[in-house]
T-cell receptor, first 112, second 110 residues
């Protein structure tokens, strides 16, 4: 089945230690998204790729960066995680236009 | 200010009751989507509404898009415990940016 896969499902990192979360898709969608979701809140858009164009939200901290080496893969790098960065990180894909988002099951990040 | 507002924020009801949740904005959208999210999982699409005044039904769920395409509602008939989850409305803006409303957390008690 075509899908969006996030690895790992759970990630524990130490305060200040860089961490990378990964996302892959077999849907061949050209738009990919990274969202941060904290408990009982809605997903908050960090950035998205509209084809190869990278779009960074104005309020996304500089601590967060992303790479998309090809259509299928996308990475979220957190350079120096703080305690406030503990959250669920969701990757999603979409075709252009009014097509819906397809989400992975997320990576739950814990910062110790 | 948020692009999308949702109400109520939390809702706890007994099995068998009916409920309506709302998604509102001051902006006009070409389409609007509703998602449901269960704990520990990503949101899953329920429906996309496109035409002003459109009504779509998905079993016990009825979705309506406002005539002016600024608001939407989701009505659930005879709620069941399996309906428990976070209900999110979302819109695509420029360059396919997708913004979610704050969500309605629904709990259906058996």
């Amino acid at each position: 089945d075509a899908m969006v896969i996030q690895n790992p499902r759970y990630q524990v990192t130490q305060f200040g230690k860089p961490v990378t979360l990964s996302c892959s898709q077999t849907l061949n969608h050209n738009v990919m998204y990274w969202y941060q979701q904290k408990s009982s809140q809605a997903p908050k858009l960090l950035f998205h790729y509209y084809d190869k164009d990278f779009n960074n939200e104005a309020d996304t901290p500089d601590n967060f960066q992303s790479r998309r080496p090809n259509t299928s893969f996308c990475f979220l790098d957190i350079r120096s995680p703080g305690l406030g960065d503990a959250a669920m990180y969701l990757c999603a894909t979409s075709r252009q236009g009014s097509s819906p988002l397809h989400f992975g099951n997320g990576t739950r990040l814990t910062v110790t | 200010t948020q692009l999308l507002e949702q109400s109520p924020q939390f809702l706890s009801i007994q099995e068998g009751e009916n409920l309506t949740v709302y998604c509102n904005s001051s902006s006009v959208f070409s389409s609007l989507q509703w998602y449901r999210q269960e704990p520990g999982e990503g949101p899953v699409l329920l429906v996309t509404v496109v035409t002003g005044g459109e009504v779509k039904k998905l079993k016990r769920l009825t979705f309506q898009f406002g005539d002016a395409r600024k608001d939407s509602s989701l009505h659930i008939t005879a709620a069941q415990p399996g309906d428990t989850g976070l209900y999110l409305c979302a819109v695509k803006t420029s360059y396919d940016k997708v913004i979610f409303g704050p969500g309605t957390s629904l709990s259906v008690i058996p």
